[in-house]
């Protein structure tokens, strides 16, 4: 397998301060791994392309905001990271990737963000994969926090399926016509985790591209209110790539702060993907 490992060490030196503690001691781990040296290792970069994203994704003010509190280049280069991932995956440079962030993107709205996100990485990603011809993509979000920007954005697209795990407010749309599934799961365990993710995988079978926002706030010593382990991350890893066969699987970080964990769930995940 083709995986791609999407790292910059501004992500640990100028992500925001909750999350940017775990993404050093995170890929330190992974790399000192013997199967590291199968992995693909790009440094993303920011191009006017992003810019041009960024500017279609979120309002002038949100972005000016952004400016003012300090994230802005810190957040677009993790968005650059996510977007050139799905680049490589659509045009077959790659079988999955994994990408690391210095903030996250889930709670980032048009003209809004909250909760250590700034600007959403993959609704940036999703609207590059359609300038690409990928239409039918699958979001899943299994951060235990629910994702109110990725829905706010791109879950009224009848093309995208935005499968959402969370613990903590339902924010998902009541209208049934629409792909987007909020799954209540308060105090999950891998095996309450697993049987959910079984139940709804199907929904999204005729996709043709796979995104997972992968939160380790999830793990049982992390912040979130889901109790999984680094063995059932790995078990969602393995069913993740068995449902994506020869379709792409993008793994996009999101929340998460404990540096141990992230340096056993992190190279764990990556492990699973190759
Ligand atoms: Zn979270």
């Known amino acids: ?54 500017n279609q994704t979120h309002t002038e003010r949100h972005i000016e905001t952004v400016k003012a509190e300090g994230f802005h280049e810190v957040a677009l280069l993790s968005a650059a990271g996510v977007v050139s991932a799905a680049e490589m995956l659509a045009t077959d440079q790659l079988d999955s990737a994994f990408c690391f962030v210095g903030t996250a993107g889930h709670h980032a709205g048009r003209n809004y963000s909250w909760g250590f996100c700034y600007y959403n990485d993959v609704a940036m990603a999703v609207l590059r994969l359609k300038q690409l011809g990928v239409n039918k993509i699958l979001i899943l979000d299994m951060d235990p926090h629910s994702g109110d920007g990725t829905r706010d954005l791109i879950a009224l697209d009848p093309n995208i399926i935005h499968i959402n795990f969370f613990a903590d407010e339902d924010y998902s749309y009541q209208d049934k016509k629409l792909n987007n599934y909020g799954i209540l799961l308060d105090n999950a365990t891998d095996k309450v985790f697993l049987q959910a993710l079984d139940e709804y995988l199907p929904k999204a079978a005729g996709v043709e591209f796979i995104i997972v926002i992968f939160g380790h706030d999830s793990h049982c010593e992390d912040y979130g209110d ?46 699973s993907l190759l």
């Open 226 to 271: 889901f109790y999984l382990t680094v063995n059932g991350y790995r078990e969602f890893t393995r069913r993740m790539k068995s449902f994506s066969d020869t379709r792409p699987l993008l793994y996009v970080l999101s929340g998460g702060s404990q540096p141990q964990i992230a340096a056993q769930a992190i190279p764990a995940v990556i492990e």
């Open 1 to 54: 397998m083709r995986v791609g490992v999407f790292y910059h060490q501004d992500f640990a030196e100028r992500g925001y301060i909750t999350l940017r503690h775990r993404v050093k001691p995170a890929y330190d781990a992974l790399c000192k791994q013997e199967y590291a040296r199968r992995l693909k290792f790009f440094e993303p970069a920011i191009s006017q392309l992003h810019h041009d994203l960024l």
